[in-house]
């Protein structure tokens, strides 16, 4: 049977058929999907992890003990994962395990578009990189293959294209493996300097194994076409390549990005007139054509920067563009905004309304950046905004700490947040840490995280009480603002800041969009009393707008927060009727 799936869902799908057991994720865009999908088998025991550096560690608990493991992140989240991963490659594994990787070119939803294939170098495992469902779901069940046959963690490369692109997939049968006795194995598990000082040769002379599987492996092929023109690729631009030239040149499609292999690039670089590499992000392939000593053309006609298209490829090759192709300067732009009812954006009025400078986080609040609010001033990763505003403060002392704050969410919070609110406990500096509580994940979808009593097939979980671990960090000061309640807002951030105390300010309202979450009547406009003053507009709501000079509230979109209705002096925007 065949079923059109996305590329996340096949990766899920090869997880089932490849007889994996235990799946620890962090959720993050474009990788969530790969471990919702997976918890929709009841065979595979799914969870979400605080970050991604303890699930990559669940993961090696449950290879440790014998069985095939999974766990999923997005490029940056690898950077949180790397710890336990370089160390991987030295001790190996006991059940396969796999990590999969979702990087972002073009940024669609991160701060950076980092190529992941700088970490499977510097680990020294491989990385394989499908190019579309069918590809991800079989590259899977290789990739446990591979990482049991070379005692190695294995890494399959993602990215947005083909995480969230469709195509069709055939199912099979699930492989059922018997759970083995435990054996313990210390000189393999236990990387103190004696016992890694002997795994480093392992690695090396595993490194050297896999280049020569590289070679022969069905991963990587050739596609025989015009030989005026060679194009050596992989995942997504491979798709892209085949759209725009077809059979009409010969490619090199390489599924194993690391190691990658000599022989066969040299073997086919000898029957093309010309070589080109086409690869997003970082000229790794390239590089390895010039460490062999074979000419091609990569970056200079390819930039490193941004996502890829058939447009972009036809462009740098002077073809014309076709009379279906439609122009991105055709098409509207859409800037993110918070959503009606956002419980941040009365919070983020007020940070604005004070000028106060605000450290930001990851997370849906990081469009409090945006117009007309400006709340934020910086935002780098998650966790930087408790550790970033500590650090600020220190170094512009009593002054810096009466104007600025720091936000963070829920999640982000128990993700990384914990250890910069003890620093500042531990360190002492008067910073004021907002956790803006909306009850979910909201930023990648609505997975539930520690804060909210629910694990991730939506059953009764411990519920962190963030007050209690507040003032269990070693934080005196801490208290609970509805993010509604304009007036509580402004009196809590005024006082929290003044105070000569580190302190915590908990804004708690879920996510307007959480199904639970019931719509309040929509606010309506009195025309007689507007005076077109557009105070309302200065929350920036997607509901409200100027009509005619006058307030207009949209009341398909509104969902009756009343935060414009706290704003309106004239009295013109009323609460809808209960």
């Given amino acids: 049977m065949r079923k059109l799936m996305l590329g996340n869902e096949a990766v899920a799908r090869g997880l089932y058929e490849a007889g994996v057991k235990v799946v620890s994720s962090y959720p993050g865009t474009p990788s969530t999907e790969i471990t919702e999908y997976a918890a929709k088998y009841d065979e595979i025991y799914c969870e979400w992890a605080p970050n991604e550096k303890v699930a990559t560690e669940v993961a090696f608990g449950a290879s440790l003990r014998g069985v095939r493991t999974a766990c999923a992140m997005k490029h940056v989240g690898l950077n949180v994962a790397a710890d336990p991963l370089f160390t991987l490659s030295y001790t190996g594994v006991n059940g396969g395990f796999v990590l999969f990787v979702a990087d972002d070119p073009a940024m669609h939803s991160s701060q950076n578009e980092q190529d992941s294939r700088h970490y499977a170098i510097a680990a020294k495992v491989p990385m394989l990189e499908p190019a579309d469902s069918t590809e991800a779901k079989e590259f899977v069940k290789q990739a446990y293959e591979i990482s049991e046959e070379y005692d190695t963690p294995v890494i399959v490369?993602?990215?947005?294209?083909?995480?969230?692109?469709?195509?069709?997939?055939?199912?099979?049968?699930?492989?059922?493996?018997?759970?083995?006795?435990?054996?313990?194995?210390?000189?393999?598990?236990?990387?103190?300097?004696?016992?890694?000082?002997?795994?480093?040769?392992?690695?090396?002379?595993?490194?050297?194994?896999?280049?020569?599987?590289?070679?022969?492996?069905?991963?990587?092929?050739?596609?025989?076409?015009?030989?005026?023109?060679?194009?050596?690729?992989?995942?997504?631009?491979?798709?892209?390549?085949?759209?725009?030239?077809?059979?009409?040149?010969?490619?090199?499609?390489?599924?194993?990005?690391?190691?990658?292999?000599?022989?066969?690039?040299?073997?086919?670089?000898?029957?093309?007139?010309?070589?080109?590499?086409?690869?997003?992000?970082?000229?790794?392939?390239?590089?390895?054509?010039?460490?062999?000593?074979?000419?091609?053309?990569?970056?200079?006609?390819?930039?490193?920067?941004?996502?890829?298209?058939?447009?972009?490829?036809?462009?740098?090759?002077?073809?014309?563009?076709?009379?279906?192709?439609?122009?991105?300067?055709?098409?509207?732009?859409?800037?993110?905004?918070?959503?009606?009812?956002?419980?941040?954006?009365?919070?983020?009025?007020?940070?604005?309304?004070?000028?106060?400078?605000?450290?930001?986080?990851?997370?849906?609040?990081?469009?409090?950046s945006a117009a007309p609010l400006f709340a934020l001033d910086s935002t780098l990763c998650m966790g930087a905004s408790i550790s970033g505003i500590h650090g600020f403060n220190k170094a512009g002392g009593a002054e810096s700490e009466k104007k600025t704050a720091c936000v963070i969410g829920d999640s982000t919070f128990m993700h990384s947040g914990m250890t910069g609110l003890v620093n500042i406990a531990y360190n002492a500096s008067n910073s004021t840490v907002i956790i803006l509580d909306n009850s979910i994940t909201g930023m990648t979808g609505h997975q539930q995280n520690p804060t909210t009593g629910y694990n991730i097939k939506g059953d009764p979980a411990a519920k962190v009480d963030l007050e209690a671990l507040c003032h269990a960090l070693g934080i005196e000061r801490v208290r609970v603002v509805d993010p509604y309640d304009l007036k509580e807002c402004e009196e809590a951030i005024l006082e929290e800041i003044a105070v000569e105390a580190p302190s915590v300010i908990i804004s708690r309202r879920p996510c307007a969009l959480l199904k639970y979450v019931k719509a309040k009547p929509p606010v309506t406009v009195d025309e007689d009393k507007c005076v077109g003053c557009k105070m309302c507009m200065k929350i920036g709501c997607p509901a409200i707008s100027m009509k005619n000079g006058k307030a207009h509230v949209d009341p398909t979109l509104c969902v009756g927060c009343d935060v414009c209705t706290q704003l309106c002096r004239p009295n013109a925007m009323q609460k809808g009727e209960r």
């Fill in 157 to 368: 490369r993602m990215c947005t294209r083909i995480a969230h692109s469709q195509s069709s997939v055939e199912l099979c049968e699930r492989k059922d493996l018997p759970l083995p006795a435990y054996e313990k194995n210390p000189r393999k598990y236990i990387m103190a300097p004696a016992n890694a000082i002997a795994r480093h040769p392992f690695v090396e002379e595993r490194t050297q194994k896999l280049a020569k599987l590289g070679e022969t492996s069905s991963l990587n092929r050739v596609e025989m076409g015009g030989t005026e023109k060679g194009i050596i690729c992989s995942g997504t631009c491979y798709q892209y390549v085949k759209e725009v030239f077809g059979d009409s040149v010969s490619v090199l499609k390489l599924g194993m990005v690391n190691p990658l292999p000599t022989d066969l690039i040299k073997d086919f670089a000898a029957k093309v007139d010309t070589l080109y590499v086409i690869e997003e992000l970082d000229g790794i392939i390239e590089s390895h054509l010039h460490s062999i000593g074979v000419k091609c053309i990569g970056k200079e006609m390819f930039p490193p920067i941004g996502e890829f298209s058939q447009a972009s490829i036809r462009a740098a090759f002077g073809m014309p563009k076709p009379d279906s192709e439609t122009a991105d300067s055709e098409i509207p732009v859409r800037p993110p905004v918070m959503c009606p009812g956002c419980p941040h954006r009365g919070l983020f009025y007020m940070l604005a309304k004070h000028k106060i400078t605000v450290l930001g986080d990851i997370g849906c609040y990081t469009l409090g």
